[in-house]
């Protein structure tokens, strides 16, 4: 299974929700990722959390929130600024299974007594 980040975009500016005409005003960075087994796309995975750690080493767990989708990628965008001087930046994103699970990962319960 191959996890590529395949675009980040950093510096975008803050843009009212469907549901408010408000913003927070602050500039976020847009992550695309591809998930891929034997080079086909696979669905059923999300991104659970990111770190993200400047060159002093500070880690920094920003907000992430789901953007949508695009063919085979997934776009989120998370609550910090990646300044360019401020780097080198070291990007770790843990994915977690959601969905698509095989047979033999799945546990059933066939009679389950209720009182």
Do not use: C
């Amino acid at each position: 299974m191959s996890f590529q980040l395949v675009a980040l975009i950093t510096g975008l500016e803050s843009v009212p929700q469907p549901y408010s005409r408000s913003t927070n005003n602050f500039p976020y960075t847009q992550a695309a990722f591809r998930i891929t087994q034997d080079g086909n796309p696979v669905h059923g995975w999300i991104p659970s959390s990111v770190r993200i750690r400047p060159k002093d080493g500070k880690q920094i767990r920003p907000r992430m929130t789901h953007h949508g989708s695009h063919d085979a990628e997934l776009i989120y965008n998370f609550s910090e600024l990646l300044d360019p001087a401020a780097g080198p930046w070291k990007l770790e994103v843990e994915f977690t299974q959601q969905s698509g699970f095989a047979e033999d990962q799945l546990v059933k319960f066939r009679t389950f007594p209720f009182r």
